[in-house]
């Protein structure tokens, strides 16, 4: 398995920006992907960002524009900048990995331990 540690979430104003960093550690060479989703009290989690390690990336629609993901692959790194954050990206944040399992594309995800980022209004 994967093991993730988040860093990098915190109180900001609206139109503020943050940085949100996790570093994986353990079997990262199953890595076939990292990304970021987020959790709003009361709402399900959701993708908030992806890069394949092809590096292609996947953004949710709300945040296009605003966030970006980057990836070192040789640090086994993502990064989420966050910037002109709104009152409704207010969330818990989380890292996941997705792993290849087998030669047949089995997968399975890993998660960090999950960062708040509060904006205020």
């Known amino acids: 398995q994967v093991q993730l540690v988040e860093s990098g979430g915190g109180l900001v104003q609206a139109g503020g920006s943050l940085r949100l960093s996790c570093a994986a550690s353990g079997r990262t060479y199953n890595i076939n992907a990292m990304g970021w989703y987020r959790q709003a009290p009361g709402k399900q989690r959701e993708l908030v960002a992806v890069?394949?390690?092809?590096?292609?990336?996947n953004y949710a629609d709300s945040v296009k524009g605003r966030f970006t993901i980057s990836r070192d692959n040789a640090e086994n790194t993502v990064h989420l900048q966050m910037n002109s954050l709104k009152p409704e990206d207010t969330a818990v944040y989380y890292c996941?990995?997705?792993?290849?399992?087998?030669?047949?594309?089995?997968?399975?995800?890993?998660w960090g331990q999950g960062t708040q980022v509060t904006v205020s209004s």
């Open positions: 996941n990995a997705n792993l290849i399992l087998n030669v047949e594309g089995a997968t399975v995800d890993s």
């Open positions: 890069m394949k390690n092809s590096g292609a990336t």
